[in-house]
């Protein structure tokens, strides 16, 4: 979840789905229902794939092997198709991804939601309840902060356990020197993560690579293991992981 857009929300969900069937091997669905603005299957590199129907459900479409894929995109009949929907409609779309889609085999379920706390994110809430767990996507800004606090309210009022914040767009470091540098004020993630009792799962760097990755669908974390954005969500996917586990 997210409170604000171009925060890194569905970049963040993508990359712990790939970390999750690639790193750890399990098998893993991806459900991408910002119904007005999905952004999931260009992440991939599958954006041109379209979804099929099987004995009366959805197929997912399969990333790979392990991670298999819905989302509103692959329903448009051109990438510049705009959904125009009120309310009803985006939660009757919700409702067909979790009923009509064969999530057979899966072990995780990672759900990519639009910002903020919507029809979509009620619809997740009150349909698949009860929910392992959120994760909540920030930058340090104070006005993305600000809608975090909405966001950890809104889980805690619908008995949504909060796995903890990720502060995205932490820092850029220096491509020559190494010395990091705070594109925004920093503090306002940490001090809401303790006034509210909500773990900071870590903090990811701006990279210029990860974002070129990302542009044309290459898997960032899986062909750069050892740089610090990878590092870095290595640690955070772990914490995610062992909390839906525990």
Not at 2 to 23: D, R, Y
Not at 26 to 53: A, C, H, R, S, Y
Not at 176 to 203: M, N, Q, T, W, Y
Request: proline share 7%.
């Amino acid at each position: 979840m997210s409170g604000k857009g171009g925060v890194g929300k569905s970049t963040i969900a993508a990359n712990l789905a790939i970390w999750l069937a690639e790193v750890k091997h399990e098998k893993v669905g991806l459900m991408d229902i910002d119904i007005t603005g999905p952004n999931i299957p260009k992440l991939l590199g599958i954006e041109d794939e379209k979804l099929m129907v099987e004995d009366k459900k959805i197929v997912p479409f399969p990333a790979t092997e392990n991670l298999l894929v819905t989302s509103m995109a692959f329903l448009l009949p051109t990438k510049d198709s705009p959904v125009i929907w009120r309310g009803p409609l985006k939660i009757k779309a919700v409702q067909q991804f979790i009923q009509d889609v064969n999530w057979e085999g899966i072990k995780y379920l990672i759900i990519d939601l639009p910002p903020g706390t919507g029809d979509e994110a009620l619809s997740i809430a009150q349909e698949l309840k009860p929910l392992d767990g959120s994760v909540i996507v920030s930058t340090p800004q104070e006005v993305a902060v600000l809608d975090v606090r909405k966001n950890i309210s809104f889980a805690k009022q619908l008995e949504v356990p909060v796995a903890g914040i990720v502060e995205n767009m932490s820092y850029l470091k220096c491509p020559h020197c190494g010395e990091k540098i705070e594109i925004f004020k920093r503090g306002a993630v940490k001090k809401a993560s303790e006034e509210l009792d909500v773990p900071l799962l870590g903090e990811l760097p701006l990279d210029p690579e990860v974002t070129a990755a990302s542009d044309v669908g290459k898997f960032y974390i899986i062909e750069n293991k050892e740089t610090e954005f990878s590092k870095a969500f290595n640690g955070i996917a772990s914490k995610i992981k062992d909390f839906v586990d525990k």
